[in-house]
């Protein structure tokens, strides 16, 4: 790039931002513009583009953009709407049952047709995963039996047990429908350097791709299957997007502000105020999910005492943090869930800053220390604990810091791992190694709890012991389990305020904020907008001349 200024001083550059002619010249611009590339910068690259395991930001960013599912979720109402499906499914009384219809003259990139057999073998492999391919099964879906080919417009999926999350687990971008060809891939072929040949049905095509540095999408002229409902129908605007990847932050912020770059993902808080005065739009939007915090690994020996996970909760000034590294568009949490998020319950007062009363609990449970400073230890051992960085989420670095400090003020010893995502993830899954998660996952479903939480799947507390397949507390399991097993959306709700109960009474996690991701774009970028996990959505994006 050639961009070798930190981005303070890029920032600083008056010939940034268009002039005031040329920025009411974009503004009076209304009517979409079909043609050119946007160039669109990310801070990582994707690592695979099988949907079930595409939750990753930069996985998401390209595989929401080139393969279709079955509805559409809205991703400030999260209703559902018909997509590739003619309409909302049939389901079954005890949500065991789902049948769909599809619409006809749907095809893939490669040609191929869109069918009801193509669409079962989609969620057989989605539902059960392939072991012998290295593909696991989606974490959105749950005791998935079979798919059954009723006639060639309708399938009928099978559910061993309630699954009333189904449907909008088909509307994710996890459950972007693929090919025939590319449904026989194994995990390899999902990978880096083989984007090219994987087929979907969605608005683009991977044209190029550079291992590492850039993927091209570009238009399918003979797209026509966007959701019914949407005023745009036919080709997208834009010709392409070229997703470009540069891990420095100042770089990517170099390329937006001198006009080399239409847009970046991940603006750090503190450069926001500077992009708006210089005519960038920031677009924040919610993940709709469980909110970024700290998750306490209760089945580790020094986090097994209530008053120890209560101590290091009360220590944590929430508030501080929040005001010293963050914006408006992070707002405080005040629930397990963002505010936004289905099931959504308020514990406001639940983790409020009491210093003195995480003294006196750490205290009673027998750890002490000389005087007012130092680390706390019980029978020689130090009160000393691990916690990841969070790489994908923002600030996480940061945050940790401020943790380690208010710890510190009560005796409590907090080393910070480091390390790149590879490290990350390898250690997080060590209880000697971390202690304390750092995390958020997005899903606008009632099921996002068991997502994170469920030995089942990212088993974020690491409930579930391995070795010996017993769990630390079987009631958390049970209580996550009726959330994805209930009928109805008034018994799951209850399921999900009572497992949440339990988290919280529990002192199982300390919430930050609610995490949105924040994308910011040059004046003329139009008609951008996420789906309901915040992944970007280009299909109605267009450049203004």
């Given at each position: 790039?050639?961009?070798?200024?930190?981005?303070?001083?890029?920032?600083?550059?008056?010939?940034?931002?268009?002039?005031?002619?040329?920025?009411?010249?974009?503004?009076?611009?209304?009517?979409?513009?079909?043609?050119?590339?946007?160039?669109?910068?990310?801070?990582?690259?994707?690592?695979?583009?099988?949907?079930?395991?595409?939750?990753f930001?930069?996985?998401?960013?390209?595989?929401?953009?080139?393969?279709?599912?079955?509805?559409?979720?809205?991703?400030?109402?999260?209703?559902?709407?018909?997509?590739?499906?003619?309409?909302?499914?049939?389901?079954?009384?005890?949500?065991?049952?789902?049948?769909?219809?599809?619409?006809?003259?749907?095809?893939?990139?490669?040609?191929?047709?869109?069918?009801?057999?193509?669409?079962?073998?989609n969620?057989?492999?989605?539902?059960?995963?392939?072991k012998?391919?290295?593909?696991?099964?989606?974490?959105?879906?749950?005791?998935?039996?079979?798919?059954?080919?009723?006639?060639?417009?309708?399938?009928?999926?099978?559910?061993?047990?309630?699954?009333?999350?189904?449907?909008?687990?088909?509307?994710?971008?996890?459950?972007?429908?693929?090919?025939?060809?590319?449904?026989?891939?194994?995990?390899?072929?999902?990978?880096?350097?083989q984007?090219r040949?994987?087929?979907?049905?969605?608005?683009?095509v991977?044209?190029?791709?550079?291992?590492?540095?850039?993927?091209?999408?570009?238009?399918?002229?003979?797209?026509?299957?966007?959701?019914p409902?949407?005023?745009?129908?036919?080709?997208?605007?834009?010709?392409?997007?070229?997703?470009?990847?540069?891990?420095?932050?100042?770089?990517?912020?170099?390329?937006?502000?001198?006009g080399?770059?239409?847009?970046?993902?991940?603006?750090?808080?503190?450069?926001?105020?500077?992009?708006?005065?210089?005519?960038?739009?920031?677009?924040?939007?919610?993940?709709?999910?469980?909110?970024?915090?700290?998750?306490?690994?209760?089945?580790?020996?020094?986090?097994?005492?209530?008053?120890?996970?209560?101590?290091?909760?009360?220590?944590?000034?929430?508030?501080?943090?929040?005001?010293?590294?963050?914006?408006?568009?992070?707002?405080?949490?005040?629930?397990?869930?963002?505010?936004?998020?289905?099931?959504?319950?308020?514990?406001?007062?639940?983790?409020?800053?009491?210093?003195?009363?995480?003294?006196?609990?750490?205290?009673?449970?027998?750890?002490?220390?000389?005087?007012?400073?130092?680390?706390?230890?019980?029978?020689?051992?130090?009160?000393?604990?691990?916690?990841?960085?969070?790489?994908?989420?923002?600030?996480?670095?940061?945050?940790?810091?401020?943790?380690?400090?208010?710890?510190l003020?009560?005796?409590?010893?907090?080393?910070?791992?480091?390390?790149?995502?590879?490290?990350?993830?390898?250690?997080?899954?060590?209880?000697?190694?971390?202690?304390?998660?750092?995390?958020?996952?997005?899903?606008?479903?009632?099921?996002?709890?068991?997502?994170?939480?469920?030995?089942?799947?990212?088993?974020t507390?690491?409930?579930?012991?391995?070795?010996?397949?017993?769990?630390?507390?079987?009631?958390?399991?049970?209580?996550?389990?009726?959330?994805?097993?209930?009928?109805?959306?008034?018994?799951?709700?209850?399921?999900?305020?009572?497992?949440?109960?339990?988290?919280?009474?529990?002192?199982?996690?300390?919430?930050?904020f609610?995490?949105?991701?924040?994308?910011?774009?040059?004046?003329?970028?139009?008609?951008?907008?996420t789906?309901?996990?915040?992944?970007?959505?280009?299909?109605?994006?267009?450049?203004?001349?």
């Open positions: 790039m050639g961009l070798g200024l930190g981005a303070s001083s890029l920032l600083a550059l008056s010939a940034c931002s268009p002039d005031a002619g040329e920025a009411d010249a974009v503004a009076e611009t209304t009517t979409p513009r079909r043609g050119g590339v946007l160039i669109y910068f990310e801070p990582q690259t994707f690592t695979t583009l099988f949907p079930p395991q595409a939750g930001y930069a996985n998401g960013g390209i595989v929401n953009n080139i393969a279709d599912r079955l509805l559409y979720q809205d991703p400030e109402t999260l209703e559902l709407h018909p997509w590739i499906a003619s309409e909302l499914p049939e389901v079954n009384d005890d949500a065991t049952e789902f049948t769909f219809r599809l619409r006809p003259g749907v095809t893939y990139s490669d040609g191929s047709a869109l069918t009801a057999a193509n669409v079962v073998k969620f057989d492999l989605y539902g059960l995963g392939d012998s391919r290295q593909l696991p099964k989606s974490e959105q879906i749950s005791n998935y039996e079979r798919g059954e080919v009723l006639n060639e417009s309708t399938v009928r999926f099978h559910f061993a047990a309630p699954s009333p999350g189904f449907a909008q687990a088909v509307s994710t971008m996890n459950a972007g429908l693929l090919s025939d060809a590319s449904l026989d891939f194994d995990s390899t072929g999902f990978g880096p350097g984007a040949a994987l087929s979907a049905s969605g608005p683009f991977v044209d190029a791709e550079e291992i590492g540095t850039r993927v091209a999408l570009r238009v399918r002229e003979d797209y026509d299957w966007a959701p409902h949407f005023e745009h129908q036919g080709r997208a605007h834009l010709d392409g997007i070229d997703y470009v990847v540069n891990s420095e932050y100042s770089v990517r912020i170099g390329a937006l502000v001198s080399q770059a239409d847009g970046v993902r991940e603006i750090e808080a503190p450069d926001e105020p500077r992009l708006r005065e210089r005519g960038v739009q920031l677009h924040a939007a919610g993940t709709n999910g469980v909110d970024n915090g700290l998750n306490l690994r209760f089945r580790h020996e020094l986090l097994r005492d209530v008053r120890v996970r209560r101590a290091i909760i009360s220590a944590v000034d929430r508030e501080s943090i929040m005001r010293k590294l963050f914006t408006e568009n992070y707002p405080l949490a005040t629930g397990v869930l963002a505010e936004t998020a289905a099931g959504y319950k308020d514990y406001a007062g639940a983790w409020a800053h009491d210093p003195e009363a995480s003294n006196r609990l750490l205290d009673e449970a027998g750890w002490t220390r000389e005087g007012d400073a130092g680390v706390r230890s019980r029978d020689g051992r130090r009160l000393s604990l691990r916690v990841n960085t969070a790489i994908p989420q923002p600030r996480s670095r940061e945050v940790m810091s401020l943790v380690q400090q208010d710890l003020r009560v005796g409590v010893d907090l080393q910070i791992n480091e390390g790149d995502y590879a490290t990350q993830n390898l250690d997080s899954a060590d209880l000697d190694k971390i202690q304390l998660y750092h995390s958020m996952v997005g899903r606008a479903d009632y099921d996002v709890l068991k997502s994170q939480y469920s030995g089942e799947n990212r088993d507390l690491l409930n579930l012991d391995e070795e010996s397949g017993e769990y630390g507390d079987p009631e958390l399991e049970e209580l996550l389990g009726r959330i994805s097993s209930e009928p109805t959306a008034d018994l799951r709700e209850a399921a999900s305020w009572a497992a949440q109960d339990h988290l919280v009474e529990n002192a199982y996690l300390l919430p930050f609610e995490e949105p991701q924040v994308f910011a774009f040059r004046e003329r970028v139009r008609g951008f907008r789906e309901a996990v915040a992944r970007p959505q280009f299909y109605d994006t267009w450049l203004a001349e």
